[in-house]
């Protein structure tokens, strides 16, 4: 009997890989052996079938488990179809992105001279953005509107957190401008973005970190700038901001740019601006061409803070033209903007930049979507000496929804306060009431 | 032995979540208990680990299960690529469309004066469009032929069976008008297509249902159009349809459109028409500029008829143009025009328009496609008091093939039957061959 | 104790579909039976419990297989985001591609008189292109940078190897332009490319395969011609090519292409051409535009072969224009070009054309990607007679980066050695030192 306790306890130690519910009759074949219901010749024989089955058992468990395994991998390909299409390959290694804006004005003007009533197309673009072996990003983005190419680039990632272009895309200066036009407080950028530095081809290296961001590039001249037999213009840019607070709902923003444009290729310039409202196409101020212009600096200082649902944001950008013989021309401009989000989310920042309002609470799902409202006092400065482009200022009164992310609808007041100088409009205070609906993505 | 019978009763009651091939193994320790083969002791035994392993097994069967329910799970987006790309979400909250067409002509001319002979691509689009949170729709959609938006806009269907659409769309007017030109009976729409009321910059509200439609909109200008220090033009547009038989296969439809424009921005207004073909570009009747015009109303009555493959379709429209200090300026059109598909499929229809023929039987599945013959009688008078802008008759006879769903080649021929005045063709009978390879989806 | 021995035996034939754990309790069973530890009855219920678990368990297993079989199917559409999007259904029935690319170039220019430096987007396109019920293919490409449509065609791909084309596309004609712009060797085509046929709109056969490729076709105008009263001009163009060694890394390839224009519309046309960049737009040679041109015939010669990681290429092109009442303008041009991959690999070919440099090592994978150097020498003979358009030659290095598939990165410097005639260019000597960086996909 020795032997057969022997085997009973070795039989315990067993353990199925799939089920065990073959243990307890292994038990009772020791049992019965033990009791001397089987012989021994039957034990040996019952022992060998199970241990046979037990394997055929452990195999069938292993080749369904496999199949499970695989039949409930993540799928190498995420998809999302919330505004647009974004596809990424679960390894980080490829993405692609298919985006747009569409952005429709309508504006009512008052005061005179008029400017016409109507509405417009502001913006309507598509792009094609993505990423390639995971260090390698691209973009092609075209504005339907007026028929002009925007962001056309490439861009490496492969070293952390820095990153470098070539292509086409904006030159890093001012806020106001950096920020995407989707997500600007108003439906205009203030006054003082008559100094924007626009988009040229050129290339550029970034750095970005949660308390600091630097880029500096080297341009040519505008997409649609064909320069025959003379050179194209080029110019640099830089911009370094700091951000020694930033935490969701917390940030105090410093930045500071510098813009160098040669002026050769033509050797003039021309700064105008439209009341924050681009519907009629009508400038209330206009240096005209500027002859003798050999090249302009502009330098911009940055404020910017978040408390929670309150948002500040203010601006200072001073252009000089350098002129031929001539002294040189300068103009300046300035704005500050606070918002306040009603139903309580905080304005984002990352990189330098503002993003984009996300309600808390939808329409549809229970919410009333996100609420703005939001006050500027914009400034800008177009005469000097003989130079008469007119200096102007306004204010303007703004309310924005935002039901469900990715769209927003948005009215302003804007009051010119005064405008002083300029070819059309000395003296006059237009004032305009807008409207936009936007979906952006 | 009364234990042994209650355990075996009991052991009876027990089921096994996965599976039962225990249960004749806890019949036989009964019977074997019961027999007085195994002790009491040894019946415990068996019996609790026959318990725990049957736990462990109703575990492992519930972890398998799991697995397979989520791996069997309908993934969250559906694909579709049969024309462009079109995901959607399982839970219909978002989707994303990709779509475009393509139209090319080739035309032939007879008759004098002649008109040249050529290709064109009369339409090549491609549009983004899609479903954010359920209730908000979203279209961009771009003519890359003459470089123009076509439809850009955010659509509100939060409210079941009503649609609010702001931003760039059609005017509802006109049954021919509304129908896309991806799925017109003949290449080109009738001569009275001079008086469609075109795409503007709106808001309009629409409730569809299966036997009647409403639209009315408020207009302001076209895309292209910035009126600088003057007021854009603007209208409203309205289209009720009645379809008191509406099933597939058999309708009656009648249809009443309105279509006002204040002309004031301009104070002038021009219609003019080509012969049912736009490849020369040439056009057979001609207003020139009618000046002093303030505004002016278009009123169209539309009739349709679907008996299994026949279709027939008719529309009248009258343009009244008021003019500051002189009479009105009336010009009206009519067109008659039906159709017989010889494989028998049926002109679908839906919210007040016509859809697409999709064949029966497929080229490339044993079938030849979906095969139309059609018919028409156009005629556009444009000739009113001193306005001499030519009054035109035409018969068209075209053919369809709809190889595939999404694929159509037409072959049209219209015979220009008589001309009576405008400033280049009175008298004259040109006639148009023309054909044209289309995919649209 | 025959029966017991006979179920026994029964029962050691018996299998079970899920699992045979339990054939050794049926051998037990029948051994306590044989043993006579089980009553006949009890030996009776214990193998009709046994059955029918048996065939319990065979359906359970039978539900698992067959909820794995579909989970483990593979989806019905394969993804890919390798740039762009590319999604098939698996049975092959239906494929849609969003693809696109940007080239952005930079360029500095030497010698007298000079040309301006600048930058310049090359090509900034996007398309969306696909398979519908298999044998039919669409595609509508557009330009961004000047505005034009491409591509715009529909395929028939129901006969094997033959492919019918109708729509916008490249007549077939000279190896060169039928090289897709992404995949030349150099950043520009070789002066001869002045030649080039161009795109229209017409319809097109061909047949390609492993040793041979001919496509013919009838061509109408270019989309951006509307003849107006006059008929559009016509042509047509045909190519066709022998690869008699054609295996990977091992091609000589010989063709012949003939292209007919006739140029009535306007009797006119016109040959310039560029020093192999294009960012100033400057032109070296130009005929002006030559009247009395009635009709033009092209005669291109081409040669290649690939040996490993070299490829060369050479293409003579001669166009005659035939023009009224006076003798003929006769024009060439040449080029030989050859490279060399230093990194190993070879230009790929395919039907008749070669496609773009695929990296064997990846930078970010271990590599540095392929690395190409070329040299070519082109010829463009643009005098005849009385037509003093000028004679260029010129020689060019190149240097082509491909760090990762689908990015490219390229740098060339151009010297003419020699212009004979010509407007502006007689006997100078201009440079050029070009660079561009390229997405495409």
Redesign the interface.
């Known amino acids: 009997m020795l032997s057969k306790k022997h085997l009973l306890a070795a039989a315990i130690g067993l353990s199925l890989s799939?089920?065990?519910?073959?243990?307890?009759?292994e038990?009772?074949?020791n049992?019965?052996h033990e009791?001397g219901?089987?012989?021994d010749a039957?034990y040996g024989?019952?022992m060998d079938?199970?241990a046979?089955?037990?394997t055929?058992?452990a195999q069938?468990k292993a080749a369904?488990d496999e199949?499970?395994a695989?039949?409930?991998k993540p799928?190498d390909?995420e998809?999302s179809?919330?505004?647009?299409?974004t596809?990424?390959?679960r390894d980080g290694q490829?993405?692609?992105k298919?985006g747009?804006r569409?952005q429709?004005d309508?504006a009512t003007y008052g005061g005179s001279?008029?400017?016409?009533?109507?509405?417009?197309?502001r913006r309507?673009r598509?792009y094609?953005s993505?990423t390639?072996?995971?260090?390698?990003g691209?973009k092609?983005e075209?504005e339907?509107?007026n028929?002009s190419?925007t962001d056309?680039?490439?861009t490496y990632d492969?070293f952390e957190n820095y990153q470098i272009m070539?292509?086409?895309f904006k030159d890093p200066f001012s806020l106001d401008y950096m920020i995407s036009a989707n997500n600007t407080m108003f439906m205009e950028r203030a006054l003082p973005t008559a100094f924007n530095a626009g988009r040229?081809?050129?290339v550029m290296g970034a750095r970005n970190s949660q308390y600091w961001t630097v880029a500096a590039g080297v341009f040519?001249?505008t997409?649609g700038?064909?320069?025959?037999?003379?050179?194209?213009g080029w110019g640099w840019s830089t911009r370094g901001t700091l951000s020694p607070i930033n935490e969701p709902g917390k940030l105090l923003h410093i930045g500071l740019g510098l813009n160098y444009r040669d002026l050769q290729?033509n050797n003039t310039v021309r700064f105008s601006q439209a009341p924050e409202s681009n519907?009629?196409?009508?400038r209330i101020v206009d240096t005209s061409a500027i002859d003798n212009a050999d090249s302009m600096l502009k330098t911009g200082l940055e404020l910017a803070t978040v408390i929670g649902p309150f948002t500040a944001q203010a601006e200072y950008i001073r252009t000089s033209v350098d002129r031929d013989n001539i002294s040189n021309a300068d103009f300046d401009g300035w704005y500050v903007q606070s918002s306040y989000l009603l139903t309580g989310e905080s304005r984002p920042y990352k990189n330098g930049v503002f993003g984009g309002i996300k309600p808390n609470h939808?329409?549809?799902?229970g919410g009333i979507g996100a609420w703005e409202v939001a006050m500027r006092y914009s400034s800008l400065d177009l005469n000097d000496g003989a130079i008469n482009g007119g200096e102007a200022d306004s204010m303007t009164l703004g309310l924005n929804w935002y039901?469900?992310?990715?769209?927003r609808f948005s009215a302003d007041y804007v009051h010119v306060l005064d405008i002083d100088g300029g070819p059309d409009f000395d003296g006059k205070k237009p004032n305009v009431f807008q409207v936009r609906?936007q979906?952006a993505f």
């Open positions: 799939f089920s065990t519910q073959a243990s307890e009759l038990t009772l074949i049992m019965l009791n219901m089987v012989t039957q024989r019952l079938e199970l046979a089955n037990k055929t058992q069938e369904i199949k499970l695989e039949a409930t799928s390909v998809i179809t919330q505004g647009g299409l596809l990424k390959t490829f993405s692609t298919v747009g569409v429709v309508a001279p008029d400017m016409g009533d109507g509405t417009d197309i309507a598509l094609l993505g390639l072996y995971r260090d390698w691209y092609l075209y339907f509107d028929s190419i056309a680039f490439i492969g070539v292509g086409n040229h081809i050129g040519g001249d997409v700038n064909t320069g025959g037999e003379d050179d194209e290729p519907v009629s196409g009508v939808r329409v549809g799902d039901p469900v992310p990715m769209l609906s979906w």
